[in-house]
Nanobody, 115 residues
């Protein structure tokens, strides 16, 4: 069992930045991949970014060049740095991790970008 706890969401103006954190209850070396999804209001959940244990990253086209996923192994934490935020980035952001073919999810953190 793995617990994932997100933090760092909030309200920001368009063009601003936020950094989301996802703290895992155990070593993130056991989670492959880890990453972030988001669910905009009234829409389905969509992939934002993933990071494999080997360092391979993958981004949704809509966030390429603006968002950066990274990890800090000593803190068992994965980050999502979000720059140049747009109103369409408004969503609940969920952290996930996969261990032994089972997916684990955080509770979500709200990001609201005002125009």
């Amino acid at each position: 069992q793995v617990q994932l706890v997100e933090s760092g969401g909030g309200l920001v103006q368009a063009g601003g930045s936020l950094r989301l954190s996802c703290a895992a209850s155990r070593s993130i070396f056991t989670l492959n991949p880890m990453g972030w999804y988001r669910q905009p209001p009234g829409k389905q959940r969509e992939l934002v970014a993933t990071l494999s244990s080997g360092g391979r990253v993958n981004y949704a086209d809509s966030v390429k060049g603006r968002f950066t996923i990274s990890r800090e192994n000593a803190k068992n934490t994965v980050y999502l740095q979000m720059n140049s935020l747009k109103p369409e980035d408004t969503a609940v952001y969920y952290c996930f991790g996969t261990a032994y073919f089972e997916d684990y999810w955080g509770q979500g953190t709200q990001v609201t970008v005002s125009s």
